[in-house]
C-alpha cells in the first residue's frame, strides 16, 4: 500500500500540468453536457453552483439574484447610451443650415412678459402669419437684428414660445398689448431701445418685465379693455339714397342683395360735400345720447353673440361672452367734429364682437327703434349685423389681475415683478395721442370712412334690416339661413348635440 501511495504521489508531481487540464476540460464538458441538454419548452436547469479556483472544483451556493423584469429594461438603457456631448455638439454643428450662418455666442434667455403698443393702419392685423404684413412680423424681424431672439430661433417664432395677450384685425390699433417669449437679455445696451430703433414710429415696445417660466400671455390674461371711437353723427337720421344702375362717378359704392339666386347689383353716389360737412359739424342731442349709452348697457353680462360674429351657431358655447362694463364718455370736440369714446371691459371677445355691438347701438338710436330689440339679437333667430368701421377701434389693454395677486401673496418668499401697464403709462397717453386718436381724426377728414360707411348702410338692397322698426320686432322676412343655423338630421331627430369647445 505504501509503494502504491508513494508511486501514485510521484506520478502526480511529474504529471501535474496534464492533471490540471483534464480537470478543467473535464469541467467544462460536464458544464457543456449539462447546459446542451435544455430544450424548447423546458424549464432552464438551476445554475448548479460549481466555481472553479484555482486547482480545484469547489462547490458553492449560488448567490444570484431571481431575474426582474426591470433588469431587461435596464441593460436595453444601457446599450442606448446617448453619445458624449462633445460629439452631439459635433454633430449639430455639421448639419446646421447653412443660412443661418456660424454659430453665435450664447446669450442667457429669460421668460419675458414684453409691452407694445401699434398703429394698425396698414397692416393685416397683429398675429404673426406667413406671407403676411402683420406687426407681429415686422416687431419679430427687429427683435432678431436687436439680437433679443437669435438667429437660431429666427426662422421660427414658436421656438421662442412667442404668444400675444390679444389679437386684432385689420387696421386696429392698440395703445396697449402683450407679449410672452424667452428673450435674450444683452448686458452691454439696452435691448428696449435697439429693438425700437428697427421699428417704424407706429409701432413701440414699451418695456418688459422677467415672469414666471410657465407665464402665457393669452391663457393668464383675465380681460381685455377696448375702446371705440365714434362721431356722433352716426346718430343723424338716415338719408334716402337715389341707385343707379350704372355708376356716376369712379367712387361710387356698389350696392348688392348679397343673392346669389337673384342677384342685384347698383351703385349710390358718394354723400355731396354739403352733405360730409353737415355730418362733420353734427351735435347729438341728448335724447340720443342717453338712448345710445342705455343700449350699450344692454350688452354687459354674459349673453349669446352668435348674431355678433361669424361662422358661429346658436347652439356654440364659444358664442357665449361676458362683457363686465361698457361706458360711454361726453361728448369730445376734435377740428369741429363731435365725437363720443366707448370703453368696452370683458373677459374676451369674438371675431367682429365690438364693431357690430356698436354697429347695433348706433342702428337703434338712428332709426328710432326700441332698444328693447337688442335682447332679441340674443335668441336663436339668425340676422345680419353690419360692422362698424375699424378705424375707430382699439385695444387699450389686457388686464392680468389674478396673475399679479398670486405674484404679491409670494412677495414675502421672493421677489416678483408683476405686469402692470400704468408703469408707462405717461409714454402710453402720448403715443395714443399722436398715433392712434390724432390718426382717425386725420383718416376720417381725409378719407370720410364713417361717412362712407353710413351711405352704405341708407342705400342697403334687401330685407336684412327691416329688423330696425318701430315695434321692435324681428319679422321672418330679414332672418338668415346659414349652415350654422339650418336644422340637420340629428336635430330633427332630438339627438343630443356636443359643442367642439
Not at 182 to 211: A, H, T
Not at 235 to 264: C, G, H, Q, R, W
Not at 336 to 361: A, N, P
Request: charged share 30%.
Amino acid at each position: 500500500m505504501g509503494n502504491v501511495w508513494s508511486r501514485s504521489e510521484s506520478q502526480g508531481q511529474s504529471q501535474q500540468p496534464e492533471v490540471k487540464d483534464e480537470v478543467v476540460t473535464t469541467t467544462t464538458t460536464t458544464v457543456v453536457k449539462e447546459t446542451s441538454t435544455i430544450q424548447v419548452g423546458v424549464k432552464r436547469p438551476v445554475d448548479d453552483g460549481l466555481e472553479v479556483k484555482g486547482e480545484s472544483v469547489e462547490e458553492v451556493p449560488s448567490k444570484r439574484p431571481k431575474r426582474k423584469d426591470g433588469w431587461a429594461k435596464k441593460a436595453k438603457q444601457n446599450n442606448n447610451k446617448k453619445e458624449p456631448k462633445g460629439d452631439r455638439k459635433e454633430k449639430t454643428l455639421q448639419t446646421r443650415p447653412e443660412h443661418l450662418g456660424p454659430r453665435e455666442p450664447r446669450i442667457p434667455k429669460k421668460k419675458v412678459a414684453l409691452f407694445v403698443g401699434f398703429n394698425g393702419t396698414g397692416y393685416q392685423g397683429m398675429q404673426l402669419n406667413p406671407n403676411c404684413n402683420s406687426i407681429e412680423s415686422v416687431l419679430f424681424d427687429a427683435m432678431v437684428k436687436a439680437n433679443a431672439i437669435s438667429k437660431d430661433n429666427s426662422d421660427d417664432a414658436k421656438k421662442s414660445a412667442w404668444m400675444r395677450a390679444a389679437r386684432t384685425d385689420k387696421g386696429v390699433h392698440a395703445a396697449g398689448n402683450l407679449l410672452s417669449l424667452k428673450m435674450q437679455i444683452p448686458e452691454d445696451y439696452d435691448v428696449v431701445e435697439r429693438i425700437n430703433s428697427f421699428l417704424p414710429p407706429q409701432i413701440r415696445v414699451w418695456g418688459y418685465v422677467p415672469c414666471i417660466r410657465s407665464f402665457h400671455a393669452k391663457n393668464l390674461c383675465d380681460s381685455r379693455v377696448y375702446e371705440y371711437l365714434l362721431p356722433t353723427c352716426a346718430f343723424m337720421a338716415p338719408e334716402k339714397k337715389i341707385l343707379t344702375d350704372t355708376p356716376t362717378y369712379e367712387d361710387d359704392l356698389v350696392i348688392s342683395n348679397n343673392n346669389p339666386t337673384n342677384p342685384i347689383v347698383k351703385y349710390a353716389t358718394r354723400s355731396t360735400p354739403e352733405l360730409k360737412q353737415q355730418r362733420h359739424d353734427y351735435r347729438a342731442t341728448q335724447e340720443q345720447l342717453d338712448t345710445f349709452t342705455a343700449a350699450m348697457k344692454i350688452f354687459e353680462g354674459t349673453h349669446n353673440f352668435h348674431n355678433y360674429t361669424n361662422g358661429k351657431s346658436f347652439k356654440e358655447k364659444s358664442a357665449h361672452r361676458y362683457i363686465m362694463s361698457i361706458d360711454v364718455s361726453k361728448p369730445m370736440y376734435i377740428d369741429g367734429s363731435e365725437w363720443v369714446s366707448i370703453k368696452l371691459h370683458g373677459q374676451s371677445f369674438i371675431l367682429h364682437q365690438i364693431r357690430k355691438m356698436i354697429s347695433m347701438g348706433m342702428l337703434v338710436t338712428r332709426s328710432n327703434t326700441p332698444i328693447s330689440l337688442i335682447p332679441k339679437t340674443f335668441e336663436e333667430n339668425k340676422i345680419n349685423i353690419p360692422k362698424a368701421p375699424a378705424l375707430g377701434l382699439l385695444l387699450e389693454r389686457p388686464i392680468f389681475k389674478v396673475y399679479n395677486d398670486k405674484m404679491r401673496s409670494k412677495a414675502n418668499q421672493v421677489e416678483r415683478d408683476i405686469v402692470d401697464f400704468d408703469v408707462y403709462k405717461d409714454k402710453i397717453n402720448a403715443f395714443k395721442e399722436e398715433w392712434i386718436y390724432k390718426k382717425i381724426f386725420e383718416a376720417e377728414n381725409q378719407e370720410h370712412v364713417f361717412d362712407g360707411y353710413l351711405t352704405s348702410l341708407d342705400a342697403h338692397l334687401g330685407d336684412d334690416y327691416k329688423y330696425l322698426n318701430p315695434e321692435g320686432v324681428i319679422p321672418d322676412i330679414c332672418l338668415v339661413s346659414t349652415k350654422y343655423n339650418r336644422p340637420t338630421k340629428h336635430e330633427s331627430e332630438d339627438e343630443e348635440e356636443h359643442d367642439d369647445e
